[in-house]
Nanobody, 126 residues
Framework: QVQLVESGGGLVQAGGSLRLSCAAS????????MAWFRQDPGKKREIVAA????????KYADSVRGRFTISRDNAKLTVYLQMNTLSPEDTAVYYC???????????????????WGQGTQVTVSS
């Protein structure tokens, strides 16, 4: 099972940008669909973006499409989330997740992912 460590969270003003990184180890990275989820206290964990193992398919939540970009570097065993034009509604803990060879609707289903990082806090001030 792959181990995941997120970094890059922090405090940013509305309209600003952040880039999250998720470093993987202990598995065959290019066999995994990778995703970013986020969760606010008291709310359900929601999909932000997902990318298939060869980056052929990406999926985004409607709320972030056009502002966020997911990418991966299989040689560096890392997945990224570039977040632009941030708003206070984006404030949450962001989690990186790995799911073996997921496609289509499975990419947005948190239950289909086997490995999770510890999360990184993103706070957007107004």
């Amino acid at each position: 099972q792959v181990q995941l460590v997120e970094s890059g969270g922090g405090l940013v003003q509305a309209g600003g940008s952040l880039r999250l990184s998720c470093a993987a180890s202990g598995g065959i990275f290019n066999r995994y669909t990778m995703a970013w989820f986020r969760q606010d206290p008291g709310k359900k964990r929601e999909i932000v973006a997902a990318i298939t193992r060869n980056a052929g398919i990406t999926k985004y939540a409607d709320s972030v499409r056009g502002r966020f970009t997911i990418s991966r570097d299989n040689a560096k065993l890392t997945v990224y989330l570039q977040m632009n034009t941030l708003s206070p509604e984006d404030t949450a803990v962001y989690y990186c997740a790995a799911g073996f060879a997921l496609y289509s609707d499975d990419m947005a289903d948190a239950k289909r992912y086997e490995s999770w990082g510890q999360g990184t806090q993103v706070t957007v001030s107004s």
